[in-house]
Structures are given as structure tokens and as C-alpha cells.
């Protein structure tokens, strides 16, 4: 009996050893693991009460947060207990960035203390992370150096990093003493407007300026109550005059790839200066050469800018689809990308789809005699001429040199539904483009199911749109024979949501003789001392908002490898246009 007491004693004490084993082990892994979801929560206090140096802990717990943020994951890789001296390991993942698409993963070892039936984390800052113990984490952005530029084709600067400074106000501010100083840089700033910018009793941002226009003021706006000035990097137009809205997209271009090849970092501030821990190089990127032409562009805004209403020109290299030039007036510039996305009829200058349609479905040749009365009434609508100009009977290519509705009218009745649509889609129109630091609209031609729609669509009205963006490309894809991709940045044309059928051979060469007989005896006259000079003029009706009937202007024209499109807003006749073209193309 004494024997077999003996042994069930010593069975005993084995197992209640083992079991101790155990529940020490466990009881590790539950304090690692609260550990690593109190950091997980960003929940400083949580995690620092587990460690061996609460205070020391939540100090640099609670600073590492603030700095870093609590977008940070920590799990437990392992856990390991040896007669009180427990060790783990951790990996943990922080993420940075808008989208928090950065990632910053490390591993970690750690150590614990045995406290009784606890355990306790041993104080380390570099078990939670690298270079901690060294002194507080913080993340940067690094940006690529040297900074792209935007080139134009002949590798002129046109976009450049600027150093800018915001004029940000408070209220309180002397709006009199500001606006006196800013209104000789900015004339829309005045006291009034100030003071309503500042009457919702928030800072507002009044101006941003370039160096040049805040040396002179830097010191006066200082020393100004509730005036701060805040510097910030911005890419500029290198010539602050050009406003193109393809600016704009050719800056986002940039954003976007300047964003891609950032780096970053996590740097430890020590006693000798920041230090990294962790990180990535940011990537070198190159100038991003663009189509456009600065000397064009300039030319094309001076085109302009004697229009008193909106105004827009699209110059593109037919050989290329290349845009060499996007310009809008000031009026345009208060309303939007007029030049790029604005839809509205086309007028006249849509006679070329019209025309093209006619001649592919075999009704006519450019010599097929038309009349071409004053006004004709065409399945109910009645179709004048302008100021009910009579030809007679004529050939088709002088009906179209002179512009006469009432033959582009009976044409269109003749075609298919989807006549105009076809023939508009062939010449670029209705098709959509997507290309790289640009958006654009073409325009819509709907199916015309009526023999009315079909007559109204003819002549560039009812329900046709179009953007000067579309009619370049219009008077491009005639002067190139099939559509040009057109392209903002080089060597990377724009893909189309539909591939344009080509013209058939020598529908392009006859509606350009017709053009170049616009020119030499027809609507645009004014442009005959330009050789090889090829155009069409349009005219288009509409109501305006206070349902007085108003028309728009305007020209497209091809000269060498140079087609353009031009539409004045409310100019009354295609005049404009068609002046606005001549000092462009003269320059």
C-alpha cells in the first residue's frame, strides 16, 4: 500500500506541473494577444497597462498615434514561455496615404515577465516598432526630384512647379487695407466682395499669388491683423497669360503620375536629426511632352480676345490628330471647357456631313444641278436662306460655297434615318474619345426617324451637337481622309468608343473643293489672301432662355496640315468667326 501511495503522489505533482506548464503558457498568449489588439485599436492606455512601464508606455503609445494615426494592424506570429521568461513575436502593418495605399509591414520580437498568475509585457519601444526607442515616428510624402515638367511640341516649358502663396483671411480682418493692396493684382477684389466672403464668420482664402505679385506687398499684408500668408507648391502655366482648359487636364496628368512615383518614409526624431526607419525611395519621372504649341496657343487667345461673347478655337494636325492649340475668351473661361466639351448646333459647317452623306448614297455629285430657292417649305418645315438669298438652279459645290439651306434641306429628306448619323460618325462626330490629360465631348446626332428631324438635321439644327472640339475633328478627319485619334500628350493618341467606318475614296477630295470654293466665292471671302485656304461657315438658330431667337457663329477651315474649328457664342452671323480664324492663321 505505501508503494502505491507513493507513486499516485508523485503522478500528482506531475500533473498539477504540466498543468501549471499549461496554464502559464495560455495565460501568455491571452496578454500578448490583448496586447496586440490594444495596439491594433490604436487604444494606448489599453496596451500601455500590460507593459512593465505603464507610464513610460502610454507616453510613447499615445504620441506614436497621434503622429502616425490608428490605421495599424498587429497579429501574433508566436509565443513561448520558459520558467517564468516568456518571448513573442508580432507583425504588424500601418497604412498612410488618401486611399491608404501605403503600406509600412515589419516584424518584431518581445519579451514578457511572469507577475504572479500575469504576465506583463517587458517595456521595449522597438517591439512595437523600429527606431521608436530612438525618439517619436512620424510619416512624409517624398516627391520626386527634379519635379516634371509639361513641354509643349517644340519642348518649350508650358507647366512648371511654382511656389504660390495663399492670402488667407480672418474675421476681423481690415478688408479696406486688404483689398487696397490686392486690388491692382486681382480687380474683383474689393471691400464689399471681401466682406461677404468673410460674413459666414469663417477664414476664407482671399487671392493666391505668385512671387512676383506678393514681393512688392509680402510686407504690408504681415503686418496686417488676421492676414496670414500660407506658401504652397502648385504647377503654373510658365506664361501666366495662356488660360487653355486643357490645362487643366494636362495638370491632372501630372498630379497623377507625380503621385504614383511618390515615395515615403518614417523617420525618428533622435538628438542628431531626423533619422529614417522605414520607407521607399520615390521614383524619378519624366517631362510629359504635350502637342500643344505655346506660340499657336498665343496666337489663338489673341484671336479672341476682341470678342465680347464666349469664344472658343481648336487647332488640330490633321496628319496626327495632334491639338496644337485650345483657346477660349475670357467669357468662355467664366462658363467652362467651352472649347472642349460645349455642345451646341453646328449650323452650316454641319452641311459637310451632310454633303457627305448625299454623295456616298449616290443622289448627287459635286456637279449635279439643285435648286436653291430663297425659302422652301420641306415636309411642313419652311427652310430659308439667309436674308432668303435665291440661286436658282446650281451645282451642288456652288450650293454649298454659298450656303444654301433650302438644298441641304431637300437632301437630308432623301436619306435613310441614320443617314446624317453614318456620315457624322465617319468624319469623328458622336464618337467618343479617351485620351490621356484631356476630356472631350465630339458631340450627338441622333437617328432622324422623321423626314421634319431629317430637314432640321441637315442644316446643323434641331437636335445636332456639336463642340468646336468636334467640328476640328470634323475638318481634320476631311483633310487627313479617315479620323485622326486625336492627342493631347505625344505618342499617346486617344482610343475611340467606336471605330469611325472610313470615307469612301474621293468623298474627301470633292467636299474639299467645295471648301476651297467657300473660300475663294463663297461665304468666307475674307480669307482669300490665304493660300490653299479651305473653310465652311455656319450660322446656328436658337431660343434663348428669354425665348428672343439668337444664333451662334461659326468656321471650320483646313490650311496645310492645320484644321480648326472656331464658335462665337450669340454672334448673330458667322463673321465673327471667320475673322477671329483670319487673325489666327495671319499671326
Given at each position: 500500500?505505501?508503494?502505491?501511495?507513493?507513486?499516485?503522489?508523485?503522478l500528482?505533482?506531475?500533473?498539477?506541473?504540466?498543468?501549471?506548464?499549461?496554464?502559464?503558457?495560455?495565460?501568455?498568449?491571452?496578454?500578448?494577444?490583448?496586447?496586440?489588439?490594444?495596439?491594433?485599436?490604436?487604444?494606448?492606455?489599453?496596451?500601455?497597462?500590460?507593459?512593465?512601464?505603464?507610464?513610460?508606455?502610454?507616453?510613447?503609445?499615445?504620441?506614436?498615434?497621434?503622429?502616425?494615426?490608428?490605421?495599424?494592424?498587429?497579429?501574433?506570429?508566436?509565443?513561448?514561455?520558459?520558467?517564468?521568461?516568456?518571448?513573442?513575436?508580432?507583425?504588424?502593418?500601418?497604412?498612410?496615404?488618401?486611399?491608404?495605399?501605403?503600406?509600412?509591414?515589419?516584424?518584431?520580437?518581445?519579451?514578457?515577465?511572469?507577475?504572479?498568475?500575469?504576465?506583463?509585457?517587458?517595456?521595449?519601444?522597438?517591439?512595437?516598432?523600429?527606431?521608436?526607442?530612438?525618439?517619436?515616428?512620424?510619416?512624409?510624402?517624398?516627391?520626386?526630384?527634379?519635379?516634371?515638367?509639361?513641354?509643349?511640341?517644340?519642348?518649350?516649358?508650358?507647366?512648371?512647379?511654382?511656389?504660390?502663396?495663399?492670402?488667407?483671411?480672418?474675421?476681423?480682418?481690415?478688408?479696406?487695407?486688404?483689398?487696397?493692396?490686392?486690388?491692382?493684382?486681382?480687380p474683383?477684389?474689393?471691400?464689399?466682395?471681401?466682406?461677404?466672403?468673410?460674413?459666414?464668420?469663417?477664414?476664407?482664402?482671399?487671392?493666391?499669388?505668385?512671387?512676383?505679385?506678393?514681393a512688392?506687398?509680402?510686407?504690408?499684408?504681415?503686418?496686417?491683423?488676421?492676414?496670414?500668408?500660407?506658401?504652397?507648391?502648385?504647377?503654373?502655366?510658365?506664361?501666366?497669360?495662356?488660360?487653355?482648359?486643357?490645362?487643366?487636364?494636362?495638370?491632372?496628368?501630372?498630379?497623377?503620375?507625380?503621385?504614383?512615383?511618390?515615395?515615403?518614409?518614417?523617420?525618428?526624431q533622435?538628438?542628431?536629426?531626423?533619422?529614417?526607419?522605414?520607407?521607399?525611395?520615390?521614383?524619378?519621372?519624366?517631362?510629359?511632352?504635350?502637342?500643344?504649341d505655346?506660340?499657336?496657343?498665343?496666337?489663338?487667345?489673341?484671336?479672341?480676345?476682341?470678342?465680347?461673347?464666349?469664344?472658343?478655337?481648336?487647332?488640330?494636325?490633321?496628319?496626327?490628330?495632334?491639338?496644337?492649340?485650345?483657346?477660349?475668351?475670357?467669357?468662355?473661361?467664366?462658363?467652362?471647357?467651352?472649347?472642349?466639351?460645349?455642345?451646341?448646333?453646328?449650323?452650316?459647317?454641319?452641311?459637310?456631313?451632310?454633303?457627305?452623306?448625299?454623295?456616298?448614297?449616290?443622289?448627287?455629285?459635286?456637279?449635279?444641278v439643285?435648286?436653291?430657292?430663297?425659302?422652301?417649305?420641306?415636309?411642313?418645315?419652311?427652310?430659308?436662306?439667309?436674308?432668303?438669298?435665291?440661286?436658282?438652279?446650281?451645282?451642288?459645290?456652288?450650293?454649298?460655297?454659298k450656303?444654301?439651306?433650302?438644298?441641304?434641306?431637300?437632301?437630308?429628306?432623301?436619306?435613310?434615318?441614320?443617314?446624317?448619323?453614318?456620315?457624322?460618325?465617319?468624319?469623328?462626330?458622336g464618337?467618343?474619345?479617351?485620351?490621356p490629360?484631356?476630356?472631350?465631348?465630339?458631340?450627338?446626332?441622333?437617328?432622324?426617324?422623321?423626314?421634319?428631324?431629317?430637314?432640321?438635321?441637315?442644316?446643323?439644327?434641331?437636335?445636332?451637337?456639336?463642340?468646336?472640339?468636334?467640328?476640328?475633328?470634323?475638318?481634320?478627319?476631311?483633310?487627313?481622309?479617315?479620323?485622326?485619334?486625336?492627342?493631347?500628350?505625344?505618342?499617346?493618341?486617344?482610343?475611340a468608343?467606336?471605330?469611325?467606318?472610313?470615307?469612301?475614296?474621293?468623298?474627301?477630295?470633292q467636299?474639299?473643293?467645295?471648301?476651297?470654293?467657300?473660300?475663294s466665292?463663297?461665304?468666307?471671302t475674307?480669307?482669300?489672301?490665304?493660300?490653299?485656304?479651305?473653310?465652311?461657315?455656319?450660322?446656328?438658330?436658337?431660343?434663348?432662355?428669354?425665348?428672343?431667337?439668337?444664333?451662334?457663329?461659326?468656321?471650320?477651315?483646313?490650311?496645310?496640315?492645320l484644321?480648326?474649328?472656331?464658335?462665337?457664342?450669340?454672334?448673330?452671323?458667322?463673321?465673327?468667326?471667320?475673322?477671329?480664324?483670319?487673325?489666327?492663321?495671319?499671326?
Amino acid at each position: 500500500m505505501g508503494v502505491r501511495k507513493r507513486s499516485s503522489a508523485v503522478l500528482f505533482v506531475l500533473l498539477l506541473v504540466v498543468a501549471g506548464c499549461s496554464n502559464a503558457g495560455d495565460r501568455l498568449r491571452d496578454t500578448v494577444s490583448a496586447f496586440a489588439d490594444a495596439l491594433s485599436r490604436g487604444d494606448a492606455a489599453a496596451a500601455a497597462a500590460l507593459t512593465t512601464d505603464q507610464a513610460a508606455a502610454g507616453k510613447t503609445l499615445d504620441a506614436l498615434f497621434a503622429s502616425l494615426g490608428k490605421d495599424v494592424h498587429v497579429g501574433v506570429t508566436s509565443t513561448a514561455e520558459d520558467n517564468g521568461a516568456g518571448t513573442f513575436g508580432l507583425d504588424t502593418t500601418w497604412k498612410f496615404g488618401p486611399q491608404k495605399q501605403i503600406e509600412w509591414n515589419y516584424s518584431a520580437d518581445g519579451r514578457a515577465v511572469s507577475a504572479g498568475d500575469d504576465w506583463k509585457i517587458q517595456w521595449d519601444a522597438t517591439t512595437v516598432a523600429p527606431g521608436l526607442d530612438k525618439g517619436p515616428l512620424s510619416f512624409s510624402t517624398l516627391v520626386p526630384q527634379p519635379a516634371a515638367r509639361v513641354l509643349d511640341r517644340t519642348g518649350a516649358e508650358l507647366l512648371t512647379q511654382h511656389v504660390v502663396t495663399l492670402v488667407d483671411l480672418a474675421p476681423g480682418a481690415d478688408v479696406n487695407a486688404v483689398a487696397a493692396l490686392l486690388n491692382p493684382i486681382a480687380p474683383t477684389i474689393t471691400p464689399e466682395s471681401l466682406a461677404g466672403e468673410l460674413a459666414g464668420g469663417k477664414p476664407v482664402t482671399a487671392v493666391t499669388l505668385r512671387d512676383e505679385d506678393l514681393a512688392p506687398i509680402e510686407a504690408a499684408l504681415t503686418a496686417l491683423p488676421n492676414v496670414t500668408l500660407r506658401p504652397q507648391t502648385r504647377l503654373l502655366a510658365t506664361d501666366r497669360a495662356l488660360t487653355s482648359p486643357t490645362l487643366s487636364g494636362l495638370s491632372d496628368l501630372w498630379q497623377q503620375r507625380m503621385d504614383a512615383a511618390d515615395g515615403w518614409a518614417v523617420t525618428a526624431q533622435t538628438a542628431a536629426g531626423a533619422q529614417r526607419v522605414g520607407g521607399q525611395d520615390a521614383t524619378p519621372v519624366g517631362d510629359i511632352a504635350a502637342t500643344l504649341d505655346i506660340g499657336m496657343q498665343r496666337a489663338a487667345e489673341s484671336a479672341l480676345a476682341p470678342l465680347a461673347t464666349p469664344a472658343a478655337l481648336v487647332a488640330i494636325q490633321p496628319s496626327t490628330g495632334n491639338l496644337l492649340a485650345v483657346a477660349q475668351n475670357a467669357p468662355a473661361d467664366a462658363q467652362g471647357p467651352l472649347a472642349l466639351t460645349g455642345l451646341y448646333p453646328p449650323g452650316s459647317t454641319f452641311k459637310t456631313v451632310t454633303v457627305s452623306a448625299a454623295l456616298q448614297a449616290g443622289q448627287v455629285s459635286a456637279d449635279t444641278v439643285l435648286g436653291c430657292p430663297g425659302t422652301e417649305n420641306i415636309e411642313g418645315r419652311q427652310i430659308p436662306n439667309d436674308d432668303e438669298f435665291d440661286l436658282g438652279e446650281v451645282p451642288l459645290h456652288t450650293a454649298f460655297a454659298k450656303s444654301c439651306n433650302t438644298t441641304m434641306g431637300r437632301l437630308a429628306v432623301n436619306l435613310p434615318p441614320d443617314g446624317l448619323t453614318k456620315a457624322a460618325a465617319q468624319l469623328g462626330l458622336g464618337v467618343d474619345f479617351t485620351a490621356p490629360g484631356m476630356t472631350t465631348v465630339t458631340g450627338s446626332v441622333p437617328v432622324a426617324d422623321t423626314s421634319a428631324l431629317r430637314v432640321e438635321e441637315g442644316i446643323g439644327q434641331g437636335k445636332v451637337t456639336a463642340s468646336p472640339f468636334g467640328m476640328a475633328l470634323v475638318a481634320a478627319t476631311l483633310a487627313h481622309g479617315s479620323v485622326p485619334m486625336p492627342a493631347i500628350v505625344a505618342g499617346q493618341p486617344a482610343t475611340a468608343d467606336d471605330t469611325p467606318v472610313p470615307l469612301p475614296a474621293g468623298v474627301d477630295e470633292q467636299i474639299k473643293a467645295m471648301m476651297a470654293e467657300t473660300v475663294s466665292g463663297g461665304t468666307a471671302t475674307q480669307l482669300q489672301d490665304i493660300p490653299g485656304m479651305l473653310g465652311k461657315t455656319g450660322t446656328a438658330e436658337y431660343v434663348g432662355p428669354d425665348g428672343v431667337q439668337r444664333a451662334h457663329g461659326w468656321f471650320v477651315g483646313i490650311h496645310d496640315d492645320l484644321a480648326l474649328a472656331v464658335f462665337v457664342s450669340d454672334a448673330d452671323s458667322s463673321t465673327p468667326a471667320v475673322d477671329a480664324a483670319g487673325r489666327f492663321l495671319r499671326s
